[in-house]
């Protein structure tokens, strides 16, 4: 089946800092890339919609500076936390859109950001 | 605007007895329903989805999940659950008319006793 690779899995940083999160499709190509942030014992919230060659679209209340997203190539999506608050600490998760219905939306395995 | 309810933060149910993990939904023109399930620290799995068809959905690890249109629901079920089943669910929907924007509810945690 169909893989996301996202990286790091767990990321420690210091309060300013910015951090990069990776997120690849291995065996296909994504055109539409998701970016979303889980909260503890919460749901998913979708930040962000990454299309290849064009800007992220960003949901209401997301800040596009803080988080900054590049989808540059059809199989490389990144999302980078940009001088990170411990606000920021959470479990963002990236899911690749392979196809017209949704379960060939694939989901990476998430990382945890954890800022001092 | 579409959104997703799951009722139940948690259920806890014994090995071996029936699960049900409730949904309902609002979507302006016809739903597309999704499953996902979720193990502790990874990503979403897809469990199974409803698009048109018969009401009653076949998925995964033995679990189907009921389209009912006039209560707006879409249940998830196991006759006879396992220890593995222990994880956090996630039911989503997605109207046509918002792309392919799923749109999630907000999870069941789901505990399976020995």
């Known amino acids: 089946g169909a893989v996301v690779s996202q990286h790091p899995s767990r990321v420690i940083c210091k309060s300013g800092t910015s951090v990069k999160i990776e997120c690849r499709s291995l065996?296909?190509?994504?055109?539409?890339m998701f970016w979303y942030r889980q909260f503890p014992k919460q749901s998913l919230m979708l930040m962000a919609t990454?299309?290849?060659?064009?800007?992220?679209?960003?949901e209401q209340g997301v800040e596009k500076d803080k988080f900054l997203i590049n989808h540059a190539s059809l199989t490389l999506s990144t999302l980078t936390v940009t001088s990170a608050h411990p606000e920021d600490s959470s479990f963002y998760i990236c899911?690749?859109?392979?196809?017209?219905?949704?379960?060939?939306?694939?989901f990476g395995s998430g990382t945890q950001l954890s800022v001092l | 605007a579409q959104s997703v309810a799951q009722p139940e933060d948690q259920v806890n149910v014994a090995e071996g007895n029936p699960l049900t993990v409730k949904c309902t939904y609002s979507?302006?023109?016809?739903?597309?329903l999704f499953w996902y399930v979720q193990y502790p620290n990874r990503g979403l799995q897809f469990l199974l989805k409803?698009?048109?068809?018969?009401?009653l959905v076949k998925g995964s690890y033995g679990f189907e999940a009921e389209f009912n249109k006039s209560q707006t629901s879409f249940h998830l079920k196991k006759p006879s659950a396992l220890v593995s089943d222990s994880a956090l669910y996630f039911c989503?929907?997605?109207?046509?008319?918002?792309?392919?924007?799923?749109?999630f509810g907000g999870g069941t945690r789901v505990l399976v006793k020995p």
């Open positions: 065996d296909f190509q994504a055109t539409t």
């Open positions: 899911s690749a859109f392979r196809g017209f219905e949704s379960e060939k939306l694939f």
């Open positions: 990454s299309n290849e060659g064009s800007k992220a679209t960003y």
């Open positions: 979507v302006s023109g016809n739903p597309y």
């Open positions: 989503a929907v997605r109207d046509m008319a918002a792309g392919n924007k799923l749109t």
């Open positions: 409803y698009i048109t068809g018969d009401n």
